[in-house]
């Protein structure tokens, strides 16, 4: 079956650091891969997603890359702010009607 | 643009006593409509999904179940609630347009159960 493993939080970054959060998937066939950001009291909102290999997913200075060779879609951003603060999902969709599997979601804290 | 509408925002309910969680579609016909909860610092479970009026899958046994009577009407029902029901409840929907599979999600019900 299709699984997604996220890194573990919590992340405590100061601001202007670099965010690296990692994603690994397993799937059949070819999944598309998204990031999910949720905010404190709030639903989930979608942030970037690549439906391919070797596409490149970016939203509000996030990026990552669908690489097919390792599995990965890692979330990536050069200078985090406050604002970031909030809960990252990544999660595949294979098209079928149950669609997407979720990680388990990594809570990221930004102090100023 | 899609949207979904879910209500209430916060409820707190008594162990036993019945549930109803409603969430409402715009921007889209025929979508696939899920419900999903969050626990306390968990991630996301599936608990049902919807791909048509009166057509629901359910992921997990559970004494939750959901009904659609219409297209964009989606409702999460428990008839005695448990404490571990409490959580965070999430509807989300799928458009009938093509796309690439990512969800559109409503802001969610905060449920605590006493």
């Known amino acids: 079956g299709n699984s997604v493993t996220q890194m573990e939080g919590p992340v405590t970054l100061s601001e202007e650091a670099f965010l690296t959060i990692n994603c690994t998937y397993t799937a059949t066939g070819y999944p598309s891969l998204f990031w999910y950001v949720q905010y404190p009291g709030e639903g989930l909102q979608l942030l970037l997603k690549?439906?391919?290999?070797?596409d490149k997913g970016s939203n509000k200075g996030f990026e990552a890359t669908y690489r097919k060779e390792t599995t990965s879609f890692h979330l990536e951003k050069g200078s985090v702010q406050v604002s970031d603060s909030a809960v990252y999902f990544c999660?595949?969709?294979?098209?079928?009607?149950?669609?997407?599997?979720f990680g388990s979601g990594t809570q990221l804290t930004v102090l100023p | 643009s899609q949207t979904i509408h879910q209500w209430p925002a916060t409820l707190v309910q008594p162990v036993g006593s019945p549930l109803s969680l409603e969430c409402t579609v715009e921007?889209?016909?025929?979508?696939?409509l899920y419900w999903y909860r969050q626990a306390a610092g968990r991630g996301l479970q599936l608990l049902f999904y919807s791909v048509g009026i009166g057509q629901i899958s359910s992921e997990v046994p559970q004494n939750l179940s959901a009904s659609r009577p219409q297209d964009r009407q989606f409702i999460l029902s428990s008839k005695k609630l448990l404490l571990s029901d409490s959580g965070f409840y999430l509807c989300a929907g799928k458009g009938s347009s093509y796309n690439t599979g990512e969800l559109f999600f409503g802001e969610g019900s905060r449920l605590t159960v006493l």
């Open positions: 921007g889209t016909s025929n979508p696939n």
């Open positions: 999660a595949l969709s294979t098209g079928s009607a149950r669609q997407l599997t």
């Open positions: 690549a439906t391919k290999a070797d």
